[in-house]
């Protein structure tokens, strides 16, 4: 065992299950270990780094603010997280942003402003929230309750109450919970990333959508893994033509420092007053300074190179030796192996290639999103090989 593995077990918490690889530094899409071995990147540090390693613009952009100013604590007026959520309202169409710094920490401001929501609305027993079996919110305790995983549950137990669970595309079981629990909102992904890479099927979400707008139930959509141009549209609800009054988002949006966002929707842009909420590093204006870079360059012809290499992916896959299924949208793909796909990645880190796993024997891509097609071509035929 080297150094660095030795001294990380020694101090770092066990929380993770490390591969054998010490990253030290990165260009693009490829990452060099500690002793110069190149790996093309398939997962972006779990759909984070969208622009890949070092990314020039995005590195003078950060710079730049760090020159001026690193932290200032939210109780002054910033240009960066101002800019940065006039960005996002403008191309979401939804009227207010507050910024954290993660994705647990954006879903637990969505889920105190659908309580204060529905407590307003319909007295103080409408705090249920429905999210889908299968999910991944987040790891606080709120938002593990919110992960319809049972797993996830165990030994942590008791959680935060209030949630109640339903199948992803089984209208009638979310219907009737909608309709006989006091419900403040239904929170989902659009495409379960960590729970395998599932999109929902677009009317069952299209029916949840407009059943919960005729009941006054707020529709909150995590966008935290699949938003950010991942999916080929800005966020991947866009893909669904639903409008939801929620929307939480973080890994891509700062390319690769922490930042956390939930967005509010016209029936809950005044839902909190001073004190409500906060975070001390939310809005941080080196992280939002970078996040205006990048999410000023997911542009209309991204999104066309994102569908373009989906196809790609998608071609490569379907049918292809050892390969049960291929499922995702964007550059959000999930393969399902005939082997346990821990092997596969596993025998794709001898070869150079580092992918990520989910939920239900599947091996899942979260490429940059301008990954380079020879890479992206290189990458697909060593996961193949290692699939038969
Ligand atoms: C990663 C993830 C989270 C949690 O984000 P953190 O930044 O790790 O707190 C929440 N929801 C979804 C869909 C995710 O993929």
């Known amino acids: 065992m080297s150094f660095l593995t030795e001294q990380d077990k020694r101090y770092i918490s066990g929380t993770y299950a490390r591969f054998p690889v010490e990253i030290e530094r990165g260009e693009g899409s490829i990452a060099f270990d500690?002793?110069?071995?190149?790996?093309?990147?398939?997962?972006?540090?779990?759909?984070?780094?969208?622009?890949?390693?070092?990314?020039?613009?995005?590195?003078?952009?950060?710079?730049?603010?760090?020159r001026k100013i690193q932290?200032?604590?939210?109780?002054?007026?910033?240009?960066?997280?101002?800019?940065?959520?006039?960005?996002?309202?403008?191309?979401?169409?939804?009227?207010?942003?507050?910024?954290?710094?993660?994705?647990?920490?954006?879903?637990?401001?969505?889920?105190?402003?659908?309580?204060?929501?529905?407590?307003?609305?319909?007295?103080?027993?409408?705090?249920?929230?429905?999210?889908?079996?299968?999910?991944?919110?987040?790891?606080?305790?709120?938002?593990?309750?919110?992960?319809?995983?049972?797993?996830?549950?165990?030994?942590?137990?008791?959680?935060?109450?209030?949630?109640?669970?339903?199948?992803?595309?089984?209208?009638?079981?979310?219907?009737?919970?909608?309709?006989?629990?006091?419900?403040?909102?239904?929170?989902?992904?659009?495409?379960?990333?960590?729970?395998?890479?599932?999109?929902?099927?677009?009317?069952?979400?299209?029916?949840?959508?407009?059943?919960?707008?005729?009941?006054?139930?707020?529709?909150?959509?995590?966008e935290v893994q699949s938003g950010n141009g991942r999916t080929g549209a800005l966020y991947s609800y866009m893909n669904y033509e639903i409008e939801p009054d929620l929307v939480t988002t973080a890994k891509g949006l700062g390319g690769g420092l922490p930042i956390g966002a939930c967005m509010f929707g016209d029936k809950v842009e005044t839902i909190f007053s001073p004190g409500d909420n906060g975070s001390t590093f939310g809005g941080n204006p080196v992280v939002c300074a970078g996040a205006v870079n990048i999410l000023s360059r997911i542009t209309d012809s991204l999104l066309s190179e994102v569908q373009k290499k989906s196809e790609y992916i998608f071609n490569s896959f379907n049918n292809s030796a050892g390969i049960k299924s291929v499922s995702g949208m964007g550059l959000m793909v999930g393969?399902?192996?005939?082997?346990?796909?821990?092997?596969?990645?596993?025998?794709?880190?001898?070869?150079g290639v580092l992918c990520l796993t989910a939920e239900h024997n599947r091996i899942r891509l979260l490429?940059?999103?301008?990954?380079?097609?020879?890479?992206?071509?290189?990458?697909?035929?060593?996961?193949?090989?290692?699939?038969?």
């Open 34 to 66: 500690t002793n110069g071995k190149g790996y093309i990147d398939m997962g972006s540090g779990i759909g984070v780094n969208i622009f890949g390693y070092a990314d020039k613009e995005w590195q003078e952009a950060v710079i730049n603010q760090l």
């Open 71 to 222: 932290h200032t604590s939210n109780l002054y007026y910033t240009y960066p997280d101002v800019k940065l959520a006039e960005m996002l309202c403008n191309r979401t169409g939804l009227k207010k942003v507050f910024f954290c710094n993660s994705g647990a920490e954006a879903n637990e401001c969505a889920i105190k402003a659908a309580r204060k929501y529905g407590q307003a609305k319909r007295g103080k027993d409408c705090f249920n929230i429905i999210t889908l079996f299968n999910s991944f919110h987040g790891r606080t305790l709120t938002t593990l309750a919110a992960t319809g995983q049972d797993h996830y549950h165990e030994q942590f137990q008791p959680l935060t109450p209030g949630f109640l669970y339903a199948h992803a595309d089984n209208f009638d079981e979310m219907k009737d919970l909608m309709d006989n629990k006091n419900v403040a909102a239904v929170m989902l992904e659009c495409i379960q990333g960590e729970g395998g890479v599932f999109p929902l099927e677009k009317i069952f979400l299209q029916k949840v959508a407009e059943l919960a707008h005729n009941r006054d139930i707020l529709l909150i959509v995590d």
């Open 335 to 351: 393969i399902e192996t005939e082997k346990p796909a821990i092997e596969v990645v596993k025998k794709c880190i001898s070869d």
């Open 367 to 388: 490429p940059a999103l301008n990954i380079p097609m020879n890479l992206l071509s290189k990458a697909i035929e060593i996961i193949k090989k290692n699939c038969v």
